[in-house]
């Protein structure tokens, strides 16, 4: 994480000497098709046994990346418009064995954890740097999120557990973000975005500048 926020901070360094002429302007529309990862539960390793319960066979649910598209319409040179949209499906799944000495029982449970969260965010960006090939922007969004969990416990021979939550407690979405867009063409390039809240803190993807 800590080479990527380096390797992030040197592109904007060796860009911002560079303000040669503006190629992202008024009237453009930038599409960014992205992915994002490092999920917090991307993090974890393999569980161990915490004295009571040994628990094994740990796993991801929604696999380690979310994804979105954004479009944004360039209302100045420098500022633009636009909405956010991203899906991110989270979540984890493992087996555990677990013993009560007091009550002299125990028994074998799956714990099967499941997030699905999609946000739709109107977005404002203010676009600091722009050269020949580089757009460098920081960004606010806000707008709704959507959330559904789901948590399944089941034991052999035993009634399963579960439970749900349709809807998200606070259904408010909000990021702040700061990116880049480099571009190989005119109009054809990639992004990178780190940011906190609304999606992944790190996002990358093509840019599309129409």
Do not use: C
């Not at 915490?50 to 500022?79: C, V």
Request: without cysteine; hydrophobic residues 35%.
């Amino acid at each position: 994480m800590k080479k990527i926020f380096m390797l992030f901070g040197a592109t904007l360094a060796l860009t911002t000497a560079s303000f040669a002429q503006t190629e992202t302007e008024q009237g453009n529309i930038i599409i960014d098709p992205y992915v994002g990862t490092l999920q917090s539960n991307i993090l974890r390793s393999e569980p161990t046994s915490d004295g009571t319960r040994n628990i094994s066979n740990w796993k991801l649910n929604g696999g380690q990346f979310g994804y979105g598209i954004r479009a944004e319409y360039m209302i100045a040179d420098n500022f633009g418009l636009g909405i956010d949209f991203n899906y991110v499906k989270s979540g984890s799944n493992y087996d555990y064995n677990y013993s009560d000495t007091a009550t002299n029982t125990s028994g074998t449970f799956n714990y099967d954890y499941t997030s699905v969260r999609i946000r739709t965010m109107l977005r404002m960006n203010y676009h600091f740097v722009q050269s020949d090939n580089v757009d460098a922007y920081t960004g606010f969004a806000v707008g709704h999120k959507y959330a559904k969990r789901t948590i399944d416990i089941t034991e052999p021979g035993v009634e399963d557990f579960g439970a749900e939550q349709d809807g998200a407690l606070i259904p408010v979405s909000v990021r702040l973000a700061l990116g880049t867009r480099i571009y190989f063409t005119d109009n054809i390039g990639m992004m990178i975005e780190i940011g906190a809240g609304g999606g992944t803190p790190l996002q990358v993807g093509l840019s599309v500048k129409l």
